[in-house]
């Protein structure tokens, strides 16, 4: 699905979703290595780095999994899921990784909205998130979307928001 470009802060382009197709692959593959890079990988960790991973996943996902990307200027710069359909569960699971270099223009929140439109439209009430306890920026962005977080272990917390709730506060 793609919507439609409009300028973000400062004039700048406001990035356009996309599935993950294969003319993305290399892209989402980019962003994983610049997190690699910056030391974030123990942030976000949903599957193996490795292209042989994305291009299976840019083919075909027969789970029923969702997985997005955020595109600025035809460079991806965000990477997005929603994992837990084809195990059975209700509740999907967002996944969400924001290219280093893009951060602090708002890509995060929009493609948080994004998500949680695709869970909508899919049937789902909520979703969850993990979060690694020291990962600030994180916590305080889920928080401010009206997720409840709770500890899940000693690194982890867990946290469910209510989309409809969510969306009455939007149309608000």
Same mark, same amino acid.
């Given at each position: 699905?793609?919507?439609?470009?409009?300028?973000?802060?400062?004039?700048?382009?406001?990035?356009?979703?996309?599935?993950?197709?294969?003319?993305?692959?290399?892209?989402?593959?980019?962003?994983?290595? !610049?997190?690699?890079? &910056? *030391?974030?990988? +123990?942030?976000?960790?949903? /599957?193996?780095?490795?292209? @042989?991973?994305? %291009?299976?996943?840019?083919?075909?996902?027969?789970?029923?999994?969702?997985?997005?990307?955020?595109?600025?200027?035809?460079?991806?710069?965000?990477?997005?899921?929603?994992?837990?359909?084809?195990?059975?569960?209700?509740?999907?699971?967002?996944?969400?990784?924001?290219?280093? !270099?893009?951060?602090? &223009? *708002?890509?995060? +929140?929009?493609?948080?909205? /994004?998500?949680?439109?695709? @869970?909508?439209? %899919?049937?789902?009430?909520?979703?969850?998130?993990?979060?690694?306890?020291?990962?600030?920026?994180?916590?305080?962005?889920?928080?401010?979307?009206?997720?409840?977080?709770?500890?899940?272990?000693?690194?982890?917390?867990?946290?469910?928001?209510?989309?409809?709730?969510?969306?009455?506060?939007?149309? &608000?």
């Amino acid at each position: 699905m793609t919507l439609p470009v409009e300028t973000g802060r400062a004039g700048t382009a406001a990035p356009v979703f996309q599935t993950l197709a294969p003319v993305w692959v290399a892209g989402v593959a980019d962003l994983l290595a !610049a997190l690699v890079a &910056a *030391g974030e990988e +123990r942030f976000f960790h949903p /599957h193996p780095f490795d292209h @042989a991973t994305l %291009r299976r996943l840019a083919v075909a996902t027969p789970s029923g999994d969702e997985y997005h990307v955020a595109v600025t200027r035809s460079r991806v710069v965000a990477y997005g899921l929603l994992r837990g359909w084809g195990e059975g569960f209700a509740v999907p699971s967002l996944g969400l990784a924001v290219h280093p !270099a893009a951060r602090g &223009a *708002g890509v995060a +929140r929009r493609m948080m909205a /994004h998500l949680h439109a695709v @869970a909508r439209r %899919r049937g789902a009430n909520r979703v969850r998130l993990t979060v690694v306890r020291g990962n600030r920026p994180a916590t305080a962005l889920y928080e401010s979307l009206g997720y409840r977080l709770e500890a899940l272990d000693e690194r982890r917390l867990v946290g469910v928001v209510d989309l409809e709730h969510r969306a009455e506060e939007q149309a &608000a």
